[in-house]
């Protein structure tokens, strides 16, 4: 068996099987035959579903949800080790991404370790003497973020075509209308204290699935960004341009209807975004006209505008004008998230005790009661600021791998929106703006802590970098160098032994 290795290159050689192909493929068996096995196709599916029921099971932050979770991910491993059986094969991905994700498991995996002396911590009946302040929560973090890890990592192999392309994205586009839908009737029929209209919140505000409203905002910034990505790239026929923008005015109206004041400053910033980066990329705009691209930016900004506007209008049309005064109005002392700064002061706090290599993965909620000088009857888990909580639980470690996948993120995107498939274009575009919008509301929510949020994000970050395989013309490409392969082995043709590159066992 051999290890099939996926360069993270925009365009890998033409000696190693062109665009996204193998680097290793016995010479016994057809590419356009080893493609696609049941296996494959079977994690395709899981990841397609996964998006659906994350969200569903409240988010999938729940124990029993995180234990379904992590059997999903279970199962996607052995899919994947039987679809390197079938092909004889394993084929791996060294998409640079992945590594800022490993580095964050392996600092995990030194804060459980017993280095810390027992009293250092300054807790009371705490025995514990790992680095980490509450090693139990670092443990649930590591399982999280290694399932979230298998799904990314399936999700650059598997996502391998231009058809699978399309399916994954208009999965994501349809559900996200459909939830609004949910999300928008849900919030019309009921006090906004009830979960599919039976489960009782007292210490929260809902929205859709979603036990916090600010969850659902974050959801919609990522599911929305896909159509605003393809409709700001121009890659929609004009057919179909009114039901995308159905689509987008549902999801964004939704979006607004929450109240989140973070949402809405990362919707803007996701729009402006698009307007700023969306068009025919760097390579191609240099031989476009100059005046045709001032044409092309007024038109997006145009769009923007108009769409802002319709936005805007259709949440005063479902809501009133309530909907906008928790936006203009003063936080009050009774709104449980008007207490940010004195949170983020804590946190801080919490930094300079530990900078190395932070309090240990989610044990924000033993270390903050140290530290904090009210009354303490609020208990906190979260920062409500997703880089400051990075810095607590992960030290200078944790924040320099945090840097180092949004600096990679956005590098690989930009490079994969060099091409002339829009739709891939489009894609990639709308998947960078979704993230980049998140990374925005991140600095007021911790909308990643989610499973749903979080898994959605590194699909997304998934499509943004994914390489050439799951362009249109990469496609013709594989048939035309499948056919001369053909033409090669007739009677007469010289035939020569492929080389396998890759090593393996």
């Known amino acids: ?15 190693a099987g062109g665009t996204g192909q ?3 493929a016995p010479a016994t068996c057809e590419p356009s035959k ?26 999938s932050t729940h124990d029993w949800a995180l234990a379904a979770f992590a059997l999903s991910a279970t199962a996607i491993v052995c899919l994947w080790c039987l679809d390197g059986l079938m092909l004889r094969s394993v084929r791996i991905s060294i998409n640079p991404l992945q590594w800022p994700l490993l580095g964050m498991i392996l600092l995990g995996l030194i804060q459980l370790l017993p280095l810390r002396a027992p009293d250092s911590a300054g807790l009371p009946l705490s025995p514990a003497r790992t680095l980490s302040l509450d090693p139990h929560a670092t443990r649930l973090v590591l399982v999280q973020v290694v399932c979230l890890i298998i799904y990314f990592a399936a999700s650059l192999i598997f996502i391998n075509t231009s ?27 009921t006090d906004g204290t009830r979960v599919y209209w039976f489960r009782q919140l007292t210490q929260s505000q809902a929205f859709g699935p979603f036990i916090n409203r600010h969850h659902f905002a974050g959801y919609m910034e990522l599911t929305i960004a896909l159509p605003l ?18 689509a987008i005015a549902t999801m964004g109206v939704a979006l607004i209807m929450t109240n989140s004041r973070g949402g809405m400053m990362a919707l803007a910033a996701e729009i402006l975004f698009l307007v700023v980066v969306a068009g025919p990329g760097l ?33 005063f049309l479902i809501g009133g004008s309530e909907v906008f005064t928790r936006l203009l109005g003063t936080p009050s002392a009774a709104d449980p998230t008007s207490g940010r700064t ?3 002061a804590v946190t801080l706090d919490v930094i300079k005790a530990y900078p190395i290599a932070g309090s240990g993965l989610g044990s924000l909620g033993v270390i903050y009661t140290r530290y904090d000088s009210q009354n303490g009857l609020l208990r906190l888990e979260q920062a409500h600021n997703d880089y400051l909580q990075t810095l607590s639980d992960g030290g200078i470690i944790g924040g320099a791998l945090g840097l180092a996948f949004i600096v ?20 990639a575009t709308g998947a960078l703006a979704g993230c980049f919008a998140v990374l925005i509301h991140s600095f007021f929510d911790f909308t990643l802590h989610t499973t749903a949020n979080a898994l959605l994000f590194l699909i997304l970050a998934a499509l943004a970098t994914q390489d050439s395989r799951v362009e249109q013309g990469s496609n013709h490409r594989r048939r035309r160098r499948h056919r001369s392969r053909s033409s090669a082995s007739e009677p007469g043709a010289a035939v020569s032994e492929p080389r396998a590159v890759a090593t393996g066992s």
């Open 1 to 15: 068996m051999t290890t099939s290795i996926f360069n993270g290159s925009a365009h890998p050689p033409a000696e």
């Open 22 to 24: 193998p680097l290793s």
């Open 34 to 59: 080893r493609r696609h096995t049941v296996a494959g196709r079977l994690v395709f599916l899981t990841i397609c579903v996964a998006v659906v029921t994350t969200t569903l099971a409240f988010g």
């Open 163 to 189: 058809r699978r392309l399309r399916t994954i994205s208009l999965t994501i586009i349809t559900f996200g209308f459909l939830l609004a839908i949910f999300g928008l009737i849900q919030y019309l029929t």
């Open 229 to 246: 990505g393809l409709l700001f790239s121009g890659a929609i026929e004009n057919y179909q341009r009114p039901v995308y923008m159905f």
């Open 283 to 315: 390579l191609h705009s240099r031989h476009q006209p100059r005046d045709g691209r001032i044409r092309a930016a007024l038109l997006r900004a145009g769009l923007a505008f108009a769409l802002i506007a319709a936005l805007v209008g259709g949440a």
């Open 342 to 344: 004195h949170f983020w």
């Open 408 to 427: 990679v993120l956005f590098r690989q995107g930009f490079a994969r929106r060099e091409t002339d498939d829009k739709f891939r274009r489009g894609v």
